[in-house]
């Protein structure tokens, strides 16, 4: 099976500008994850989908956004980019989100504000 | 806030020393418990993990964590080191009736050859 896949998988964007960033999650898995990963934060939740409903989201402003399509696939958005918003944003599927499940995280796409 | 600790931030062993890598959680229910690791290059992928039963739990290339209900704490370790174990080590928390993780801040392993 192929793995998760992210697009793209660098950035460089300017403050103020928005951004799109794709993720596919590993065929047959219905839970899509979304962290945000700087040094020193480690991974931050952002938010979790499941069947195109978004289930539970973390502490991050209203800028950061997501959805999820009918076949599974997730994209997030970040609106009115700010210099901190560089990171790592890492995508994670699972089968159905049950808590127990292990999460299959793919590679990333690197964003830097500039 | 619910919230994972991990104390040791950068760890430095030579091979064949013991490892043990703290973790502890704040939450007063009921969680899911994990270790991952992200190999330098690669993607984050699942060392072990504990939702129920024996609190010992062994993963994969011998790693194990223990999980201590009344420390709120979920400790892994390894007997004998080996410079591939190389990585950054996350540990996680899945409270029950949520539907996400909370990691910690990662732990930085360099072992010497």
């Known amino acids: 099976k192929a793995g998760v896949t992210q697009t793209p998988r660098y950035l460089i964007k300017t403050r103020g500008q928005q951004v799109t960033l794709s993720c596919s999650p590993i065929s047959g898995h219905r839970s899509v994850s979304w962290y945000q990963q700087t040094p020193g934060q480690g991974l931050q939740f952002l938010f979790e989908?499941?069947?195109?409903?978004?289930?539970n989201k973390g502490n991050f402003p209203g800028r950061f956004s997501g959805r999820q399509f009918s076949n599974s696939r997730s994209e997030m958005n970040v609106s009115t980019l700010e210099l901190g918003d560089s990171a790592l944003y890492l995508c994670?599927?699972?089968?159905?989100?049950?808590?127990?499940?292990?999460?299959?995280f793919g590679p990333g796409t690197r964003l830097l504000v500039l | 806030a619910q919230s994972v600790s991990q104390h040791n931030h950068h760890v430095i062993l030579s091979e064949a020393a013991s490892l043990e890598l703290g973790c502890n959680y704040s939450?007063?229910?009921?969680?899911?418990l994990f270790w991952y690791v992200q190999y330098p290059g690669q993607h984050l992928q699942l060392l072990l993990k504990y939702f129920s039963g024996d609190p010992l739990v062994k993963g994969i290339k011998g790693f194990e964590a223990e999980f201590i209900k009344s420390k709120f704490s979920f400790n892994l370790r390894k007997p004998s080191v080996q410079w591939s174990d190389t990585a950054e080590y996350f540990c996680?928390?899945?409270?029950?009736?949520?539907?996400?993780?909370?990691f910690g801040t990662g732990t930085r392993l360099k072992v010497l050859a």
């Open positions: 989908y499941f069947s195109e409903t978004q289930r």
């Open positions: 939450y007063g229910g009921t969680v899911n």
């Open positions: 994670a599927s699972s089968p159905s989100g049950v808590l127990q499940e292990t999460q299959y």
């Open positions: 996680a928390v899945t409270p029950w009736g949520t539907y996400k993780y909370i």
